[in-house]
């Protein structure tokens, strides 16, 4: 049961990371080359952090109103 639970921490993690790049190209935001954020303004990150949590929060709203509890 450990080993299930690492390999899906590992694919949520992954599909955050890919969703935060994804998030920062559309808000215009230039992710750093080497991969460290701490350079990159606190209103930038706070944009990137609010647009993923809209987007997770209306992935879950359609989910509970098509009355499915199953995650993709």
Known sequence: MA???RLLLSQASKALQDL???IAGELGITPP???YWGFVSS???GSIGGSITRKLVAYAQQKLAEGSTEVE
Do not use: L, P, S, V
């Open 3 to 5: 080993n299930n639970n």
């Open 20 to 22: 935060k790049y994804e």
């Open 33 to 35: 080359a080497d991969g």
């Open 43 to 45: 209103f930038e990150n």
